[in-house]
């Protein structure tokens, strides 16, 4: 599905100011897989988001989407970005921002607003169409970026610190969603967060970033009973484990 | 568009951007240049740019063109400063005391709205077609941007700091020294940019339509009937005029910027 | 809250009455020919404007001489210069590059006072209409462009790259996307077109060689010496820059009603 082949980026060309932010990172993603990474903030995330998403040509090395090179995004990829506030359209009604990508996809008008009501339903804001972005809570705005995603009905969804905005509670709900959400939708999604619980909590496999320049020090399979649940799953013996596991190896890391 | 630009605009350094904007003001001069001497505008509507420039450089060495020049500055600062003494304590009245705020309402929205070079031929009856006129013009255009954002910057300043200065028993002219009129100051300097820009305006409209004395406008006037033998002298006039205007323009917008500063370190911007 | 407001625009209204009522008195007490009385004023406006036959809606010959071409100079040349302003300001700051280069030049441009190039208007255009509606057009040009310019060119980086992942067409960024995120500073840089737009105009008519218009008018009574006529003209270009000013500001909260909301 994914292949990141000895991926390299460097800001601000070969100059006293050059920033590696990626150095030969190596990763595969098989379909249906959600991957979650993890790694020390400004470590190059979000770089390694933007390259396979097409916004970024990397300076070495290459992505591969489905068997084709990215060169600029990719067709059926949705990203949701962080700051939920900035990536919505605040002149455009809610249902309008979540209908706008579908116009690419040659549905008419009905059908994009059903598209639309369907997705907003499936991240339960159904009665929200017609409300603009700043009527609603910073969670809310979140699950329309998410609905924005599904409706375009992507095969890759990228997720670049999705919940890093938002309170704790808000937080767990919207984990659950995206749990609901890929079981319901065959789709293979990576989930970048700085959050080592999340990771472990939402993930079929954590990937562990170094600090920057970025490369991949740990690759952990995450075999938990489904369904998740946000007490039990978090009490598992695994889970523990596993949490500890990912902890160390960003620690390690990080503080060297 | 490429991604490599869309994903990250990184904005060019000062330097540069100062090298791009004297390249474009050349290639403007050069495009001038050319298309007067390759007769794709008549010459006589535009002259070549060397010619302008050179003409105005001759200006700075003109005694009439001086005095007409040196009359105007005098009208346009003369007005604007007294536009500035007269609506800033207004301004700074009308914001901190409600009730002559809902007094005199009525009579500001009623006056600012007349487009003050109506008000050219009225003037010019009653005090003749000297300086007096221009100045006299000048501060009533400027007056209503300097009124409107002191009283607007007083509105936005934040209630928390003088309820602080309050609590220390500061009473409200020290309120009004300490807080309302540092926090408003930008605000005011915005509208004392604003206003610089309208008392030119009028300085010029003014002369060019009394046509008679001296100044800026008076030199366009007399240039503009001998035209279009004389309009290299027009534009060389434009010219100093523009520049000026750009200068002023930049001053008070440095003078904005400082005294933001606090504004920007309060909303965490770099300026 | 309403009471309030209601009790607040009471309070002014009476204000206005006694000011006028005041102005009214003292002008007849002074007796001075440079001031007349304000029902003096008003008298000779409906004399000279609306004292018409109902077919033309009460208005006279002279209004329709005067007030209408006016009205039809401002509507056409703030059409015409805001329409160039937005398009010009959107391709100049679309690029930051393009906008880096022309910045010197725009603003040099902007801070020629528009009066001062009059007579080059007059040189290439001659008296007339044509001269009239170019002149204003460029003197409201410069802030609708440079407000467009930089409202395009500080759109935030993110709705791009959100256009960019699902993959709109150049169209729908500029018109979905570009546009609406310029939109409050373009509708800053109308908003100081509207007034200039009136300034500009009655300027271009006290010109020598103006056949008809408001500011002709002022013209014609100052040489007449006729003063109740003059403060006529100045009470009607007030109440058409308020009222110019109230309906464009209608127009502007019922675009901006999402920017309003969101800060």
């Known amino acids: 599905m994914l292949e990141i082949d000895n991926l390299s980026h460097v800001y601000g060309g070969g100059g006293p100011n050059a920033h590696h932010a990626i150095e030969a990172l190596n990763l595969s993603v098989a379909e249906g897989e959600l991957l979650c990474i993890v790694g020390p903030s400004g470590c190059g995330k979000s770089t390694l988001l933007r390259s396979i998403a097409g916004l970024i040509t990397p300076t070495g090395g290459q992505v591969k989407v489905e068997g084709q090179v990215v060169r600029q995004t990719p067709d059926n990829l949705a990203v949701v970005f962080q700051d939920y506030s900035r990536s919505l359209f605040p002149w455009m009604s809610v249902a309008d921002n979540v209908a706008l990508p579908l116009r690419r996809k040659n549905m008419d008008k009905r059908q994009r607003r059903e598209a639309a009501h369907e997705a907003l339903e499936s991240v339960g804001l159904s009665g929200a169409g017609r409300k603009y972005p700043f009527q609603l ?84 399979k995450v075999d938990l009973p489904a369904p998740r649940d946000q007490i039990t799953t978090r009490e598992h013996p695994d889970f523990v484990h596993l949490r500890a596991e990912v902890g160390r190896l960003v620690r390690g890391h990080a503080t060297v | 568009m490429s991604a490599q630009t869309l994903a990250r605009p990184r904005p060019a350094s000062t330097a540069i951007r100062w090298s791009r904007r004297a390249a474009g003001a050349l290639a403007f001069a050069a495009l001038i240049e050319l298309v007067s001497r390759t007769g794709l505008v008549d010459p006589q509507f535009l002259p070549p740019a060397t010619e302008i420039l050179a003409r105005a450089a001759a200006l700075t060495a003109d005694p009439e063109f001086l005095a007409h020049a040196l009359t105007s500055l005098i009208a346009w600062a003369a007005g604007l400063g007294l536009a500035v003494v007269i609506a800033v304590p207004l301004g700074l009245l009308l914001g901190s005391v409600p009730i002559v705020d809902a007094a005199t309402r009525s009579v500001v929205e009623f006056l600012r709205p007349i487009p003050s070079v109506a008000l050219i031929p009225l003037v010019s009856l009653l005090i003749g077609t000297g300086t007096q ?86 030199f366009m006037f007399y240039a503009g009937i001998a035209v279009p033998a004389r309009m290299t002298d027009i534009l060389a006039a434009v010219l100093w005029v523009g520049l000026f205007g750009v200068l002023v323009n930049a001053v008070l917008v440095a003078a904005e910027r400082r005294a933001f500063r606090w504004h920007h370190a309060r909303m965490g911007e770099t300026p | 809250m309403r009471t309030r407001r209601m009790r607040a625009a009471a309070f002014r209204t009476l204000v206005l009455v006694v000011l006028v009522l005041a102005w009214e008195a003292a002008a007849r007490a002074a007796g001075n020919t440079f001031f007349p009385p304000p029902s003096t004023i008003v008298v000779r406006m409906h004399a000279m404007w609306f004292s018409g036959p109902p077919s033309t809606l009460f208005l006279t010959e002279d209004a329709i001489a005067n007030i209408l071409p006016s009205l039809g100079r401002m509507a056409v040349s703030f059409a015409g210069g805001a329409f160039a302003g937005v398009v010009l300001g959107l391709a100049v700051g679309l690029s930051a590059r393009v906008y880096d280069y022309l910045d010197g030049v725009l603003q040099f441009l902007r801070a020629i006072p528009p009066p001062a190039l009059v007579t080059v208007f007059l040189v290439v255009f001659g008296f007339g209409l044509r001269m009239q509606l ?23 980086p993110l709705h791009l790259q959100t256009s960019q992942v699902f993959r709109l067409s150049r169209t729908e960024r500029l018109l979905r996307v570009i546009v609406p995120s310029a939109l409050p500073k373009m509708c800053a840089g109308l908003r100081l077109a509207v007034p200039l737009t009136l300034i500009v105009m009655v300027f271009s008519e006290l010109l020598p060689g103006t056949v008809n218009g408001i500011g002709f008018q002022l013209t014609v009574a100052y040489q007449s010496f006729d003063l109740p006529a003059m403060w006529g003209g100045i009470v009607l270009l007030g109440v058409l820059g308020y009222v110019l000013n109230e309906l464009y500001l209608i127009a502007e909260r019922r675009l901006l009603a999402w920017h309003q909301a969101a800060h």
């Open chain 3, 134 to 156: 170019a002149f204003i057009m460029f003197s409201i040009l410069w802030p609708v462009l440079l407000n467009t310019a930089d409202g395009a060119r500080s759109i935030e």
């Open chain 1, 137 to 220: 809570s910073g969670g809310m705005q979140q699950r329309v970026a998410i609905a924005r995603a599904l409706a375009y009905r992507p095969t890759l969804m990228l997720m670049d610190e999705p919940f890093g905005s938002v309170d704790a509670q808000t937080r767990e709900d919207l984990e659950d969603l995206v749990l609901k959400v890929r079981s319901h939708h065959q789709m293979t999604i990576v989930l970048i967060t700085h959050d080592i619980d999340e990771s472990v909590y939402v993930g079929d496999r954590v990937v562990i970033l170094s600090k920057a320049p970025a490369h991949v020090v740990g690759d952990l």
């Open chain 2, 133 to 218: 006129v221009r100045i006299t013009l000048a501060v009533y255009a400027s007056l209503w941007p300097i009124l409107y954002n002191t009283m607007y910057g007083l509105r936005l300043v934040d209630p928390l700091a003088k309820e602080s200065l309050r609590s220390y028993g500061f009473g409200p002219l020290a309120m009004l020294r300490r807080v309302s009129f540092p926090s408003s100051a930008p605000f005011i300097t915005t509208g004392i940019r604003l206003a610089a820009a309208v008392a030119l305006i009028l300085v010029v409209s003014t002369e060019i339509v009394a046509g008679r004395g001296e100044g800026i406008g008076v």
